[in-house]
């Protein structure tokens, strides 16, 4: 009887304890973790020798001599950490090869103590991902290669849902205790349509609104140590819940802790800062700096250390994604000319800085890294 008894209360104890570990943190357990954490500054990666996701991840194009070069010019100017985007047909192609092959991204990012924030999902861009070889480039256009995940398919077949939990409760689950990552970022920009420039799915954002719980269900259902995160990105008024979207809302009250993205001048910047800090969590800007909209290092990172945000910048060295054109390159591409000034990116392809003064900043304002090699390229 005592033995029936005492399985009978292991059983609810586990049932207790699971159920825990699904919840969201609560503010003072997430700015807890915050607390634990030194003041985070990174990038957006993708080696400058892949266009995508795909291209960077998949067994025939995975290069982890220049993801060890370009993350190691990274961490000489004081980033710790970096945001990198997954891709589901990856899990369903090789499983235990994208598996083996993330773990030796994160070994050679921990060796140059960078943290990533690792992206599950990502509405933005190509509509219809396909595996093997990647297109090239198409010239003097910004990120033309790069692709939604899931597609279009993903979101509209409901068959396929189950394809989709099982990518996101194996990557989760595989690495849900791992030290070496940061966090998961659940879903970048869950409902751009992306100025139609592609075939998206007819009322996207009211299949994204149903499918982003599950999503934050499946990957707490793995209960990883490392806190979750969706980060808003559109809307005026962060500050007044009555005005969230529908897929605002759920990113505001599923995540840990709490991202954001903006392109804009430095008192857009701050004004978006503030009107998160009533959510009473830690904060991280997962995007920013894009030059020639207004959003730069100089304007936007001492805003960061300000209010001790975490600010991870789009892009670090020149490359295939050739995101150092501006997004008004999809409307006249830049191959007779180049534009006044780089959008997005801190290095050239050979690893000099684009802007030398920018890297001092950056050095300076982290306390971190090492003393420039290369002179400065205005």
């Not at 256009?141 to 995940?149: F, R, Y």
């Amino acid at each position: 009887m005592r033995i029936r008894l005492l399985v009978v209360v292991m059983f609810v104890l586990g049932a207790f304890s699971a159920g825990f570990a699904q919840k969201r943190w609560t503010p003072e357990q997430a700015n807890a973790w915050y607390a634990k954490q030194p003041w985070l500054v990174g990038a957006n990666f993708i080696p400058s020798d892949a266009i995508n996701q795909l291209e960077m991840f998949q067994a025939a194009t995975f290069n982890p001599a220049i993801n060890d070069r370009e993350l190691g010019l990274a961490e000489a100017i004081g980033m710790n950490t970096m945001r990198v985007f997954l891709q589901d047909q990856l899990w369903e192609q090789d499983p235990e090869g994208f598996k083996k092959r993330l773990d030796t991204f994160l070994g050679i990012a921990a060796k140059h103590h960078i943290r990533p924030l690792l992206v599950l999902f990502d509405s933005c861009w190509e509509t219809d991902p396909k595996l093997g070889p990647q297109h090239p480039p198409i010239p003097g256009v910004h990120n033309s290669g790069w692709v939604q995940s899931p597609g279009t398919k993903g979101l509209v077949d409901k068959s396929y849902e189950p394809k989709l939990k099982a990518y996101v409760t194996g990557v989760v689950g595989a690495f849900a205790n791992d030290d070496r990552i940061l966090g998961w970022d659940v879903w970048n920009e869950p409902d751009n349509g992306n100025d139609k420039r592609f075939d998206e799915a007819p009322h996207k954002a009211d299949l994204v609104a149903g499918l982003l719980p599950k999503v934050f269900a499946w990957v707490r259902s793995a209960h990883p140590v490392q806190p979750l995160t969706s980060g808003v990105w559109t809307g005026d008024d962060w500050a007044n819940a009555s005005k969230w979207s529908a897929v605002a809302k759920i990113q505001l009250t599923e995540s840990d802790i709490i991202s954001f993205h903006n392109y804009g001048w430095p008192e857009d910047f701050e004004a978006r800062i503030q009107s998160l800090q009533p959510l009473g969590r830690p904060i991280l800007c997962t995007e920013y700096m894009a030059r020639g909209a207004g959003s730069t290092f100089d304007g936007s990172l001492p805003v960061a250390k300000k209010y001790h945000v975490g600010a991870i910048n789009w892009g670090l060295v020149a490359g295939k994604t050739q995101t150092y054109l501006p997004w008004d390159s999809w409307q006249k591409p830049y191959v007779l000319s180049q534009p006044t000034v780089w959008f997005h990116e801190v290095f050239r392809h050979d690893g000099t800085p684009y802007r030398q003064a920018e890297v001092d900043l950056i050095r300076r304002l982290t306390g971190r890294g090492t003393p420039s090699s290369h002179p400065g390229a205005e």
